[in-house]
T-cell receptor, first 109, second 114 residues
Framework: GQNIDQPTEMTATEGAIVQINCTYQ??????LFWYQQHAGEAPTFLSY??LDGLEEKGRFSSFLSRSKGYSYLLLKELQMKDSASYLC??????????WGAGTKLIIKP | TAGITQAPTSQILAAGRSMTLRCTQD?????MYWYRQDLGLGLRLIHY???????GKGEVPDGYSVSRANTDDFPLTLASAVPSQTSVYFC?????????????FGPGTRLTVL
């Protein structure tokens, strides 16, 4: 079967660093996406990885290991506005996205 | 640029009634998608369309139908609503049906079926 696992909730302190992990099992694999979703809003794109390694984009970085079926999203210098849910999604052999349930990130002052 | 618009923003619907959720994009994207999002679950694909004139079934298509008469519009119809269809519905689009393009989401429709 196809499955995406990520923690339900995480808490971190403003200014700190947090790593949100995601493991995936899909029929075929064509890349992994991370999206951010603030409460009551639509998901917005953060990153896409298809090759192994780290992709850095400002305060956000995303890592992929295809052999381990594993990705993480790293958020640095956390700000209160980073309080949101972070969705991991893997592209399967039919080019459809399989979504995790999301990780709710709570930032405390 | 508006991107993707959805209507209505929210709706309360009596069970057994029919309803069409509207989705329009102005980005000339070929592929469009309908998802539902329920608490504690990931986004689940209902139907998709890789190009105008074609549609396909996703993970949870039962009770829903779609059409894609042109590039811009992708309406989702509930023929006879049931309470289990209470959810937030998101429409999304991307440039092509290929694996690397980013999906862009509309603001969502919050539907309650009583």
């Amino acid at each position: 079967g196809q499955n995406i696992d990520q923690p339900t909730e995480m808490t971190a302190t403003e200014g700190a660093i947090v790593q949100i992990n995601c493991t995936y099992q899909t029929s075929g694999f064509n890349g992994l996406f991370w999206y951010q979703q603030h409460a009551g809003e639509a998901p917005t794109f953060l990153s896409y990885n298809v090759l192994d390694g780290l992709e850095e984009k400002g305060r956000f970085s995303s890592f992929l290991s295809r052999s381990k079926g594993y990705s993480y999203l790293l958020l640095k210098e956390l700000q209160m506005k980073d309080s949101a849910s972070y969705l991991c999604a893997a592209t399967d052999s039919n080019y459809q996205l399989i979504w995790g349930a999301g990780t709710k990130l709570i930032i405390k002052p | 640029t508006a991107g993707i618009t959805q209507a209505p923003t929210s709706q309360i619907l009596a069970a057994g009634r029919s309803m069409t959720l509207r989705c329009t994009q102005d980005m000339r994207h070929n592929a469009m998608y309908w998802y539902r999002q329920d608490l504690g679950l990931g986004l689940r694909l209902i139907h998709y369309s890789n190009t105008a004139g074609t549609t396909g079934k996703g993970e949870v298509p039962d009770g829903y139908s779609v059409s894609r008469a042109n590039t811009d519009d992708f309406p989702l119809t509930l023929a006879s609503a049931v309470p289990s269809q209470t959810s937030v519905y998101f429409c999304a689009s991307k440039k092509t049906g290929g694996p690397t393009d980013t999906q862009y989401f509309g603001p969502g429709t919050r539907l309650t079926v009583l």
